[in-house]
């Protein structure tokens, strides 16, 4: 179990650092990364530094022709409610503050940018490495809730409707392959592997 969770905060790192178009920290994570397991990470064969920060700047920054927005509102299926979507975000937040999670504050992101709620994951899988190192299994089972709780009502229901959007606007192969990744893990392998 230990190293499942090791496993899977590898790569919520590696997500974050993209979401976030953080490339020196990506390429620090993947210079630690087994040859082997580099390989199944289908994106990274197309990972070129410039074309990539171009790139990401053109789909998930700069509002434009190939623009795809890296915000969970974007995509809520209420998005014309804007009651509802202020509910959503403030319910996000709440869920950040149940575990002092201040990492959009301190990075000036929205709390609802994809790449703040994949930190929030590495933050709550770090959490359950050390209760289930202390033994403290009330806890461990606290963070497993809302581990649950941010994928189930944060991150799925988002998935199809973003990837959808994305097919048309995302050109770089990088990019393509990771939205198919990130979807992948997200919707089918992360919770299996708790």
Same mark, same amino acid.
């Given at each position: 179990?230990?190293?499942?969770?090791?496993?899977?905060?590898? @790569?919520?790192? =590696?997500?974050? $650092?993209?979401?976030?178009? /953080?490339?020196?920290?990506?390429?620090?994570?993947?210079?630690?990364?087994?040859?082997?397991?580099?390989?199944?990470?289908?994106?990274? $064969?197309?990972?070129?530094?410039?074309?990539?920060?171009?790139?990401? /700047?053109? &789909?998930?920054? @700069?509002?434009? /022709?190939?623009?795809?927005?890296?915000?969970?509102? $974007?995509?809520?299926?209420?998005?014309?409610?804007?009651?509802?979507?202020?509910?959503?975000?403030?319910?996000?937040?709440?869920?950040?503050?149940?575990?002092?999670?201040?990492?959009?504050?301190?990075?000036?992101?929205?709390?609802?940018?994809?790449?703040?709620? @994949?930190?929030?994951?590495?933050? =709550?899988?770090?959490?359950? =490495?050390?209760?289930?190192?202390?033994?403290?299994?009330?806890?461990?089972?606290?963070?497993?809730? @809302?581990?649950?709780?941010?994928?189930?009502?944060?991150?799925?229901?988002?998935?199809?409707?973003?990837?959808?959007?994305?097919?048309?606007? =995302?050109? &770089?192969?990088?990019?393509?392959?990771?939205?198919?990744?990130?979807?992948?893990?997200?919707?089918?392998?992360?919770?299996?592997?708790?």
């Amino acid at each position: 179990m230990m190293e499942e969770r090791y496993g899977k905060l590898a @790569i919520a790192n =590696i997500m974050t $650092s993209i979401w976030l178009g /953080d490339w020196g920290t990506y390429e620090e994570f993947m210079n630690n990364v087994p040859a082997g397991l580099r390989e199944e990470l289908a994106f990274h $064969s197309s990972y070129e530094r410039d074309e990539v920060q171009l790139w990401y /700047d053109n &789909h998930f920054f @700069i509002p434009g /022709d190939h623009f795809v927005s890296p915000y969970f509102s $974007s995509y809520v299926t209420n998005n014309e409610d804007e009651e509802a979507r202020r509910h959503d975000l403030l319910c996000l937040i709440g869920l950040y503050e149940k575990t002092a999670f201040y990492f959009p504050l301190e990075q000036d992101r929205l709390p609802d940018h994809f790449g703040s709620m @994949i930190a929030f994951l590495s933050s =709550i899988l770090q959490g359950e =490495i050390e209760a289930e190192q202390k033994g403290d299994s009330d806890h461990l089972k606290q963070l497993e809730d @809302i581990e649950a709780e941010m994928l189930n009502k944060y991150i799925k229901p988002v998935l199809k409707p973003m990837l959808e959007y994305a097919d048309a606007k =995302i050109k &770089h192969q990088f990019f393509r392959e990771f939205l198919r990744f990130y979807a992948e893990v997200m919707n089918e392998e992360w919770m299996e592997a708790a």
